[in-house]
């Protein structure tokens, strides 16, 4: 299991808590440093059902300065994920990812239900 996360980012911390407190070993993974690539997000994205729209960080700054709220909806699919791919701190986070599953975010209720 792959986790994906900013160690400074206050939801993650709790994510890892509760992934150690449910005992479940996981591959730590620093989003700022080793950013998803084009390839992965669209796997992900794939494998989540998600709509693309959950993978961007809409609360980040970057999000904000970028004025994303008002620039993706006119974007492809494909012009979205490899804006993704290009900084992590575009990318909500902590994301977990393992053969059956791709969780964004953390949600303890989604995640006890997916992963325990």
């Not at 986790?3 to 890892?16: F, G, R």
């Not at 693309?52 to 999000?63: E, Q």
């Not at 791709?102 to 239900?113: A, I, S």
Request: hydrophobic letters at 35%.
């Amino acid at each position: 299991m792959l986790l994906i996360q900013y160690p400074k980012c206050s939801t993650c911390q709790k994510a890892k808590k509760w992934l150690e407190a449910h005992h479940i070993t996981y591959t730590d993974r620093h989003i700022a440093e080793k950013n998803p690539s084009y390839e992965e997000l669209r796997g992900w994205h794939e494998k989540s059902g998600l709509p693309l729209k959950k993978f961007f960080n809409t609360s980040g700054l970057l999000y904000k300065e970028m004025q994303l709220k008002e620039k993706l909806p006119a974007m492809s699919e494909e012009e979205q994920l490899k804006l993704l791919a290009t900084n992590g701190m575009l990318v909500k986070r902590p994301i977990i990812v393992d053969d059956k599953t791709v969780l964004v975010g953390f949600r303890e209720e989604e995640w006890m239900e997916k992963l325990l």
